[in-house]
Protein backbone atom coordinates (compact mmCIF):
# COMPACT_ATOMS: atom_id res chain seq x y z
CA UNK A 1 0.00 0.00 0.00
CA UNK A 2 1.59 3.37 -1.12
CA UNK A 3 0.80 6.38 1.12
CA UNK A 4 -1.22 9.48 -0.22
CA UNK A 5 0.47 12.09 -2.65
CA UNK A 6 3.99 10.61 -3.07
CA UNK A 7 6.03 12.12 -5.47
CA UNK A 8 6.53 10.26 -8.61
CA UNK A 9 10.71 10.59 -7.78
CA UNK A 10 10.12 9.12 -4.30
CA UNK A 11 7.63 6.32 -5.47
CA UNK A 12 10.55 5.68 -8.39
CA UNK A 13 13.32 5.16 -6.24
CA UNK A 14 11.45 2.79 -3.57
CA UNK A 15 10.25 0.57 -6.02
CA UNK A 16 13.62 0.02 -7.49
CA UNK A 17 15.28 -0.72 -3.96
CA UNK A 18 12.16 -2.82 -3.23
CA UNK A 19 13.44 -4.93 -6.42
CA UNK A 20 17.30 -4.47 -6.38
CA UNK A 21 16.75 -5.80 -2.53
CA UNK A 22 14.35 -9.03 -3.18
CA UNK A 23 16.97 -9.85 -5.73
CA UNK A 24 19.75 -9.82 -3.26
CA UNK A 25 18.41 -11.55 -0.58
CA UNK A 26 18.57 -15.30 -1.41
CA UNK A 27 16.69 -18.63 -0.36
CA UNK A 28 19.52 -19.72 1.52
CA UNK A 29 19.84 -16.46 4.17
CA UNK A 30 22.73 -15.23 2.17
CA UNK A 31 22.53 -11.33 0.40
CA UNK A 32 24.33 -11.34 -3.19
CA UNK A 33 26.36 -8.09 -2.33
CA UNK A 34 27.30 -7.62 -6.12
CA UNK A 35 23.91 -7.01 -7.18
CA UNK A 36 22.44 -4.53 -4.02
CA UNK A 37 25.53 -2.66 -4.83
CA UNK A 38 24.54 -2.02 -8.40
CA UNK A 39 21.99 0.53 -6.25
CA UNK A 40 24.07 1.42 -2.91
CA UNK A 41 26.11 4.38 -4.49
CA UNK A 42 28.77 4.79 -2.53
CA UNK A 43 30.62 8.50 -1.84
CA UNK A 44 33.82 9.11 -0.33
CA UNK A 45 34.56 11.10 2.77
CA UNK A 46 36.01 15.06 1.97
CA UNK A 47 37.51 17.62 3.34
CA UNK A 48 36.05 20.22 1.09
CA UNK A 49 32.99 21.30 2.03
CA UNK A 50 29.92 19.55 0.38
CA UNK A 51 26.58 21.12 1.34
CA UNK A 52 27.80 23.11 4.31
CA UNK A 53 29.78 19.74 5.99
CA UNK A 54 33.40 18.43 5.82
CA UNK A 55 33.56 14.17 6.76
CA UNK A 56 36.82 12.27 7.32
CA UNK A 57 36.61 8.13 7.73
CA UNK A 58 37.77 7.11 11.64
CA UNK A 59 39.02 3.84 12.14
CA UNK A 60 38.22 1.86 15.35
CA UNK A 61 39.04 -1.53 14.86
CA UNK A 62 40.49 -2.58 11.24
CA UNK A 63 40.21 -6.64 12.51
CA UNK A 64 36.59 -6.08 11.84
CA UNK A 65 36.31 -3.12 9.56
CA UNK A 66 35.04 -0.82 12.36
CA UNK A 67 35.15 2.77 11.31
CA UNK A 68 32.91 5.56 11.31
CA UNK A 69 32.10 8.67 9.22
CA UNK A 70 32.69 11.78 11.10
CA UNK A 71 30.41 14.82 9.58
CA UNK A 72 31.45 18.10 10.68
CA UNK A 73 29.56 22.00 9.53
CA UNK A 74 32.03 24.05 7.93
CA UNK A 75 30.36 26.71 10.01
CA UNK A 76 31.79 25.39 13.28
CA UNK A 77 33.98 27.62 14.69
CA UNK A 78 37.55 26.65 15.98
CA UNK A 79 36.75 24.84 19.25
CA UNK A 80 33.39 25.33 18.96
CA UNK A 81 31.64 22.34 20.80
CA UNK A 82 28.39 21.00 19.07
CA UNK A 83 26.32 17.99 20.31
CA UNK A 84 26.76 14.10 19.27
CA UNK A 85 25.43 12.49 17.11
CA UNK A 86 26.13 8.47 17.20
CA UNK A 87 23.92 7.25 14.43
CA UNK A 88 23.21 3.89 13.31
CA UNK A 89 21.95 3.48 9.45
CA UNK A 90 19.08 1.50 8.48
CA UNK A 91 19.04 -2.07 5.86
CA UNK A 92 17.29 -4.33 7.89
CA UNK A 93 20.71 -5.22 9.32
CA UNK A 94 22.27 -6.82 6.04
CA UNK A 95 23.08 -4.16 3.91
CA UNK A 96 24.11 -0.44 3.77
CA UNK A 97 26.66 1.42 5.15
CA UNK A 98 28.00 5.30 6.01
CA UNK A 99 29.48 5.68 2.51
CA UNK A 100 25.70 4.88 1.05
CA UNK A 101 24.73 7.92 -0.51
CA UNK A 102 21.73 7.98 1.16
CA UNK A 103 23.18 7.95 4.55
CA UNK A 104 25.92 10.36 3.66
CA UNK A 105 23.53 12.71 2.47
CA UNK A 106 21.23 12.07 5.42
CA UNK A 107 23.96 13.08 8.05
CA UNK A 108 25.49 16.03 6.02
CA UNK A 109 21.76 17.45 6.28
CA UNK A 110 21.65 16.63 10.36
CA UNK A 111 24.89 17.98 10.89
CA UNK A 112 24.15 20.75 9.07
CA UNK A 113 20.54 21.93 9.95
CA UNK A 114 20.60 20.94 13.63
CA UNK A 115 23.93 21.41 13.99
CA UNK A 116 25.63 18.58 15.16
CA UNK A 117 28.68 16.29 14.38
CA UNK A 118 27.29 13.41 13.79
CA UNK A 119 29.15 9.75 14.33
CA UNK A 120 27.86 7.57 11.25
CA UNK A 121 28.95 3.76 12.30
CA UNK A 122 29.71 1.23 9.82
CA UNK A 123 28.74 -1.76 12.32
CA UNK A 124 28.96 -5.23 10.82
CA UNK A 125 26.51 -6.80 8.58
CA UNK A 126 24.38 -9.94 8.85
CA UNK A 127 24.02 -12.78 8.15
CA UNK A 128 28.16 -12.97 8.00
CA UNK A 129 27.87 -11.36 11.56
CA UNK A 130 24.84 -12.05 13.71
CA UNK A 131 23.07 -10.41 16.56
CA UNK A 132 24.89 -9.29 19.02
CA UNK A 133 27.81 -8.27 16.64
CA UNK A 134 26.09 -4.63 15.44
CA UNK A 135 25.85 -3.75 19.29
CA UNK A 136 29.08 -4.84 20.56
CA UNK A 137 30.23 -2.55 17.58
CA UNK A 138 27.94 0.53 18.60
CA UNK A 139 29.31 -0.26 22.20
CA UNK A 140 32.88 -0.11 21.22
CA UNK A 141 32.33 2.93 19.08
CA UNK A 142 31.03 5.19 22.41
CA UNK A 143 33.75 3.70 24.41
CA UNK A 144 36.43 4.85 21.30
CA UNK A 145 35.02 8.30 21.68
CA UNK A 146 34.92 8.54 25.38
CA UNK A 147 38.64 8.03 24.92
CA UNK A 148 38.99 10.30 21.88
CA UNK A 149 37.07 12.78 22.54
CA UNK A 150 37.09 14.78 19.52
CA UNK A 151 38.12 17.87 18.72
CA UNK A 152 34.43 19.98 18.53
CA UNK A 153 32.64 17.17 20.05
CA UNK A 154 30.49 17.69 23.46
CA UNK A 155 30.57 14.39 24.86
CA UNK A 156 28.12 15.38 27.46
CA UNK A 157 25.40 16.08 25.14
CA UNK A 158 25.65 12.13 23.36
CA UNK A 159 22.63 11.77 21.28
CA UNK A 160 22.02 7.59 19.86
CA UNK A 161 20.02 7.93 16.86
CA UNK A 162 19.23 5.47 14.27
CA UNK A 163 16.77 4.74 11.62
CA UNK A 164 14.63 1.47 11.18
CA UNK A 165 17.44 -1.82 11.86
CA UNK A 166 19.35 0.95 13.09
CA UNK A 167 16.67 2.28 15.50
CA UNK A 168 16.98 -1.30 17.02
CA UNK A 169 20.97 -1.05 17.06
CA UNK A 170 20.08 2.20 18.69
CA UNK A 171 18.43 0.88 21.66
CA UNK A 172 20.21 -2.19 22.42
CA UNK A 173 23.38 -0.14 22.36
CA UNK A 174 21.75 2.41 25.13
CA UNK A 175 21.04 -0.08 27.11
CA UNK A 176 24.57 -1.99 26.86
CA UNK A 177 25.54 1.22 27.42
CA UNK A 178 23.97 1.83 30.85
CA UNK A 179 25.93 -0.82 32.02
CA UNK A 180 29.49 1.10 31.47
CA UNK A 181 31.15 4.09 33.23
CA UNK A 182 32.20 6.67 31.11
CA UNK A 183 34.87 9.56 31.51
CA UNK A 184 33.70 12.06 29.31
CA UNK A 185 30.62 10.64 27.44
CA UNK A 186 26.93 11.37 28.52
CA UNK A 187 24.22 9.72 27.10
CA UNK A 188 21.61 12.42 26.99
CA UNK A 189 19.10 10.65 24.67
CA UNK A 190 17.88 7.81 22.89
CA UNK A 191 16.35 8.42 19.07
CA UNK A 192 14.85 5.75 17.52
CA UNK A 193 13.60 6.66 14.09
CA UNK A 194 10.77 4.03 12.73
CA UNK A 195 12.41 1.45 14.90
CA UNK A 196 12.79 -2.18 13.43
CA UNK A 197 11.04 -4.23 15.98
CA UNK A 198 8.98 -7.37 15.73
CA UNK A 199 7.64 -10.68 17.08
CA UNK A 200 5.92 -13.96 16.42
CA UNK A 201 2.81 -12.33 16.45
CA UNK A 202 1.47 -10.73 13.67
CA UNK A 203 -0.46 -7.07 14.29
CA UNK A 204 -2.74 -5.22 12.49
CA UNK A 205 -0.50 -2.63 10.44
CA UNK A 206 1.67 -5.73 9.72
CA UNK A 207 -1.74 -7.22 7.84
CA UNK A 208 -3.17 -4.46 6.46
CA UNK A 209 0.64 -2.88 4.97
CA UNK A 210 1.95 -6.48 3.90
CA UNK A 211 3.24 -5.05 0.55
CA UNK A 212 4.73 -1.83 1.45
CA UNK A 213 6.81 -0.52 -0.07
CA UNK A 214 10.89 -1.07 1.69
CA UNK A 215 9.65 -3.13 4.59
CA UNK A 216 7.07 -5.66 3.00
CA UNK A 217 6.19 -8.18 5.98
CA UNK A 218 8.42 -10.55 3.45
CA UNK A 219 10.89 -8.89 3.73
CA UNK A 220 10.93 -7.93 7.28
CA UNK A 221 11.16 -11.95 8.00
CA UNK A 222 13.87 -12.29 5.92
CA UNK A 223 15.99 -10.22 7.81
CA UNK A 224 15.18 -11.38 11.12
CA UNK A 225 16.10 -14.73 9.96
CA UNK A 226 19.35 -13.41 8.66
CA UNK A 227 20.12 -11.25 12.01
CA UNK A 228 18.70 -12.87 15.03
CA UNK A 229 21.20 -15.80 16.43
CA UNK A 230 20.55 -19.23 14.80
CA UNK A 231 17.46 -21.24 15.95
CA UNK A 232 16.29 -18.08 17.48
CA UNK A 233 12.51 -16.65 16.65
CA UNK A 234 10.85 -13.31 16.54
CA UNK A 235 10.26 -13.17 20.06
CA UNK A 236 13.88 -12.94 20.72
CA UNK A 237 14.25 -10.15 22.90
CA UNK A 238 16.53 -8.39 20.25
CA UNK A 239 13.38 -8.42 18.13
CA UNK A 240 10.85 -8.26 20.55
CA UNK A 241 11.88 -5.93 22.99
CA UNK A 242 9.28 -6.28 25.75
CA UNK A 243 8.17 -10.06 24.56
CA UNK A 244 7.74 -13.28 26.78
CA UNK A 245 11.29 -13.75 26.29
CA UNK A 246 12.37 -10.52 27.51
CA UNK A 247 14.27 -9.86 30.54
CA UNK A 248 12.98 -7.18 33.69
CA UNK A 249 14.23 -3.35 32.46
CA UNK A 250 12.60 -1.51 34.98
CA UNK A 251 15.93 -0.92 36.95
CA UNK A 252 17.92 -0.39 33.55
CA UNK A 253 19.26 3.39 33.13
CA UNK A 254 17.95 4.81 30.15
CA UNK A 255 17.57 8.02 29.35
CA UNK A 256 14.51 10.03 27.83
CA UNK A 257 13.46 8.91 24.31
CA UNK A 258 12.01 10.38 21.01
CA UNK A 259 10.37 7.75 18.94
CA UNK A 260 9.42 8.44 15.00
CA UNK A 261 6.06 6.58 13.63
CA UNK A 262 4.53 6.78 10.17
CA UNK A 263 0.55 5.66 9.66
CA UNK A 264 2.14 3.89 6.53
CA UNK A 265 5.02 1.69 8.26
CA UNK A 266 3.99 -1.77 8.61
CA UNK A 267 6.43 -1.90 12.00
CA UNK A 268 4.10 0.75 13.22
CA UNK A 269 1.95 -1.18 16.22
CA UNK A 270 5.80 -2.75 17.28
CA UNK A 271 6.89 0.31 17.40
CA UNK A 272 3.79 1.45 19.69
CA UNK A 273 4.51 -1.53 21.99
CA UNK A 274 7.93 -0.41 22.43
CA UNK A 275 6.87 3.01 23.46
CA UNK A 276 4.10 1.74 25.80
CA UNK A 277 6.84 -1.17 27.11
CA UNK A 278 9.11 2.02 27.78
CA UNK A 279 6.39 4.12 29.48
CA UNK A 280 5.28 0.91 31.83
CA UNK A 281 8.95 0.67 33.15
CA UNK A 282 9.59 4.18 33.80
CA UNK A 283 11.20 5.19 31.16
CA UNK A 284 10.39 9.20 29.48
CA UNK A 285 9.36 8.62 25.43
CA UNK A 286 8.44 11.58 23.70
CA UNK A 287 6.25 9.88 20.55
CA UNK A 288 6.18 11.42 17.08
CA UNK A 289 3.41 10.30 14.66
CA UNK A 290 3.16 11.71 11.17
CA UNK A 291 -0.26 9.23 10.14
CA UNK A 292 1.20 9.75 5.74
CA UNK A 293 4.83 8.88 6.19
CA UNK A 294 5.61 5.35 4.92
CA UNK A 295 8.92 4.31 6.01
CA UNK A 296 12.02 5.85 5.08
CA UNK A 297 10.06 9.37 4.94
CA UNK A 298 13.04 11.10 6.75
CA UNK A 299 15.60 10.46 4.34
CA UNK A 300 13.40 12.35 1.42
CA UNK A 301 13.42 16.24 1.93
CA UNK A 302 10.95 16.68 -0.86
CA UNK A 303 8.19 15.01 1.76
CA UNK A 304 6.53 17.41 3.94
CA UNK A 305 7.23 15.37 6.87
CA UNK A 306 10.54 15.26 6.76
CA UNK A 307 10.87 18.94 7.02
CA UNK A 308 8.48 18.10 10.37
CA UNK A 309 10.58 16.15 11.86
CA UNK A 310 13.77 17.33 11.70
CA UNK A 311 12.19 20.50 13.90
CA UNK A 312 11.18 18.13 16.11
CA UNK A 313 15.10 16.54 16.71
CA UNK A 314 16.50 20.32 17.34
CA UNK A 315 13.75 20.68 19.60
CA UNK A 316 14.77 17.52 21.51
CA UNK A 317 18.68 18.09 21.26
CA UNK A 318 18.23 22.25 21.57
CA UNK A 319 15.21 22.43 24.38
CA UNK A 320 14.24 25.83 25.05
Known amino acids: MWPPNLPWKVRLFVTAFGFFTDASFQRNGTVN ?26 TVDPSRNLWFRYFLPSDAE ?10 FHG ?4 MLSPSSQLFDD ?44 PANADLTRCYIVGDSAGGNIAHHVTARAGEHNFTN ?22 SQLAGAPLVSVERTDWCWKAFLPEGSDRDHPAANVFGPKSSDVSGLKFPKSLVFM ?27 DYPNAMHSFYAFPELPESTLFMRELQDFIYPQ
Open 185 to 206: LNIAGVIPIQPYFGGEERTESE
Open 106 to 149: FCRRLAKELPAVIVSVNYRLAPEHRCPASYEDGVDVLKFLDENP
Open 33 to 58: RRFINLIDFKVSPSDKRVNGVTTSDI
Open 262 to 288: GGFDPLRDWQVSYCEGLKDNGKEVKVV
Open 78 to 87: AGEKLPVIVY
Open 91 to 94: GGFV
